[in-house]
């Protein structure tokens, strides 16, 4: 999606971190579904059939993924933190990481739109 909001986010965003980062997570939530892609409160927002699905915080060394339906997530390999009524859950990858979790976050992702559906 050329010319999108989030492409100007990310023109905007300091490099090489967390640029680097954000595009290749961005490229993955794209990958794994179709969304409705915005900016809110100044950071990347997703949504499906006009649900909340997925948001993005970046800070100085880490990316927060913020997954709205995230308690109700397959996480076998744990990535998902957060507790309470809400729901939300929250992935977050830091600077240092030597990888980043891109096949896990398109199918979180990829999950996530699924829920959103319904």
Do not use: C
Request: no cysteine; net charge neutral.
């Amino acid at each position: 999606m050329t010319g999108s909001p989030l492409d100007s986010y990310l023109a905007a965003a300091e490099r090489p971190w967390p640029h680097t980062a954000l595009k290749a997570i961005i490229t993955a939530i794209r990958a794994g579904a179709a969304f409705d892609e915005a900016i809110e409160w100044g950071q990347p927002y997703f949504s499906r059939s006009g649900h909340a699905v997925v948001k993005l915080h970046a800070a100085r060394d880490w990316i927060n993924l913020f997954y709205y339906r995230g308690a109700e997530l397959p996480d076998p390999g744990g990535l998902l933190v957060g507790e309470g009524s809400s729901g939300m859950r929250r992935q977050r990858v830091h600077r240092g990481d030597p990888d980043l979790p891109l096949a896990e976050i398109q199918r979180l992702v990829r999950t996530a739109a699924i829920l959103a559906g319904d």
